[in-house]
């Protein structure tokens, strides 16, 4: 028998996560840093409980893939609140040396924390590649979690060639914009479509 406060903590997670995505997309147009900042954290956290709220309903049968996503959803959540809240807090309010700034920053592209973002967010890729072997009976929701991992999961590689820093010096400032509004667009279904998947399983109660 599911669980049905499971089932609505699953969809307030799931809701909460494609909120979030979608308010990301509108600070990226603005340029609203800070705020996006605070809502890439959020959006970790609810990830995060999203992907536990899936693991408490799934078959025992696909069990292993759940609890793999559970795992890289908690690196993730950790390695993104890391990097936003140093944001939000010290980058913002501690004036930092140049010294200081010049790791902890989040941007340009070739500071320690930008790598490590990185990280977070192919994490977050593994994450979303093995909740596409957990779910049954919606093959949409499926497929864009398995091209999210695939495409996310590349980004790890980025960091650890010599053109992607000197490419920094080359691109326009856009170019991280329109990447990051790209993610955006494909993630946000996946929120959406993980609360109608939790809906269906309250349903079926």
């Known amino acids: 028998m599911l669980n049905r ?7 307030i997670s799931a809701v909460g996560a494609g909120l979030c995505t979608t308010l990301f997309a509108i600070f990226i147009i603005i340029g609203a ?4 900042y605070f809502i890439c954290l959020l959006l970790s956290i609810f990830y995060l409980v999203m992907s536990v709220s899936n693991n408490s309903i799934i078959k025992d049968s696909n069990k292993i893939f759940s609890n793999i996503a559970v795992v890289f959803a908690v690196i993730y959540c950790t390695l993104i ?29 070739k500071t320690a924390f930008f790598a490590i973002d990185i990280l977070g967010y192919t994490f977050l890729a593994l994450s979303t590649l093995f909740l596409a072997f957990s ?18 999961t590349l980004g790890f590689i980025t960091p650890l060639l010599p053109y ?14 329109i990447a990051l509004f790209s993610w955006c667009i494909l993630f946000i279904p996946i929120c959406f479509l993980f609360a109608k998947y939790f809906i269906n399983k309250l349903k079926e109660k």
């Open 81 to 109: 609140c890391i990097v936003y809240y140093t944001q939000i807090s010290f980058v913002r309010l501690g004036n930092p040396s140049k010294e200081a700034l010049s790791i902890v920053v989040y941007f340009p592209p």
């Open 5 to 11: 406060t499971t089932i609505n903590i699953g969809i």
């Open 135 to 152: 779910i049954e009976k919606n093959k949409i929701l499926k497929i864009i979690l398995i091209i999210h991992g695939i495409i996310g």
């Open 164 to 177: 992607f820093y000197e490419m920094q010096d080359n691109s326009s400032d856009n170019t991280g914009s």
């Open 33 to 36: 840093d800070m705020y996006s």
